[in-house]
DNA sequence: CGCTCCCTTGACGACTTTCAATGATCGTGG
DNA sequence: CCACGATCATTGAAAGTCGTCAAGGGAGCG
């Protein structure tokens, strides 16, 4: 087992994160119609011998998986798609370097491959940072029926590159890494679990690598953070203590944007007389 | 009109992005049937009376926009995506200091909406960078017969963002703008033009709130990869010199990456007994 | 012709990376 | 059960990069 260190801490025992293997006793093998994923999954919407048909494609799919695995390789041929259970995933590519670049964490209820469908194979690698649970979703399974669901996630799942995509683009590493805790914490609090108690499953160096820095930056940068009271850690363990300073700390006077090129209102507008729809475009102008 | 600067240097006409009112002329009003992009779009598949169908739908809808006008606000409701066909768009955000954060730039032959289908309202705003040519596509026009086509086009676009990803965590300002670069000549080569004459429809203030960092530093760094000679430029004109030596400047000894933890194989193996599949994961090992 | 917005450049200061070394933790093997 | 080795985490000091503030120049539009 790897369990990570400290998890015998006396206190605050009730709201904190329970371990893989505690959490993986309460979930069914494969049996969709008990999984509390149920909604965030590919059977949403399916029910009675629709879902049962399903199932049946998915029960045996369903299994643990060890901390360190890799459970599929960039550039491996896509044969399904995973859904998360249990644990937590890391997405990397290797760089030319030689290097791994971690491109996103993976937790709980969470498709793996949405950006795979109909594509021939996979982009990224995954491999699991703690013991998890995986159902495999055979590409034959996902009939015409799931589309309507599959689209759902995969714009979640689009929304929420945005999202990191605004977190990297802040500019100072402190808002970056601020920014990557609250992300966790609403994480883990959509989990049912603390949003104030963090257990990291990945290291450091992974949290560095997704963020665009150097692992002795962001320990530094955590160090601060600690040393001004808004939060305790222990090694992966992060408890943060003053949740609306660190949100402060994100959004308070961010760096610069972008006005754009003004082309003013009220233009000859000799394109638009050929149309008649939509006629109210606002012009976008700076805001300040 | 708002023509960028020195469009009327002589040399290398041939290879020239030609301007966007020419290429305008040259599409179709909503005729799917004859657009180049049709590959590209929703009605990718459709053929005889179903694209006769969708055509119909969609022909009023298609119609130019001036530059600098705002598509779609961050919070509106939504009723239909769009297709764009001429020109160029920006998505960008709203930060709570009243700037912009510009989260991507959107080209020819590109689908507007992806994130939203299925979704209420859109995330994120979109406004035009030059006069652009756009077809409606109404989200009553999305039919099951067209889902499996959509998920392409959302996986492809969910790639895109990775490449994204990418850029952004790049160490170096430099390589961050040489990674920006090389996939705008990447995208210019894809639509049939010169992949080294590149003519930035957006401003600097863009690019700059896009890769995360000041403007001031964008154009420093542009100045000194011109005094390599990897590059010329001249206002939003850049001719790429030295294409294998921006490359390379990318690639080139990347920042760290993340190895994790390891949890060696041969380890009692207490879970995998239970199951009889995909018994060879492979462990996941730091590179070197 | 003057305004506004955008681009450029310089100097300074703050922040990050880099290089180096030490601690801490976990799994392994004795 | 303890000690060892590997990986990960932490900290310091020096060097480099980037952001900040400030000022000037240029292009387009009214």
Redesign the pocket.
Known sequence: ??????TNTPSDSSARNTAPADRMQTSGRGNCRVCIFKSRCLPAELEGERLRAFEQQIWRQSRPVKAGQMLVHQGDMIDSIYALRVGSLKAFIDEPDGNERVMAFRFPGTIIGLAEPYQKQWGRSFATLEDSWLCRIPLSAITEALHRQLIHLMSVCLRREYEAHLTLAL????RKVVSFLLELSAIFKSLGQSPTHLRLPM???DVASYL??????L?????QLQKQTLLR?K??EIHIDDLPGLLRLKTEDV??AA??????A??PDSYRGSIDTDPSLATHR?SK
Not at 212 to 217: D, L, W, Y
Not at 219 to 223: D, H, I, M, N, P
């Open positions: 087992m790897s369990m990570p260190p400290g500019s100072s590493g402190t290291t450091y160096l665009g820095m150097r692992h002795e930056s320990s530094r940068t955590l160090a850690k090694g992966k760096i610069g006005p754009m090129a003004v082309v003013p009220g233009t700076r």
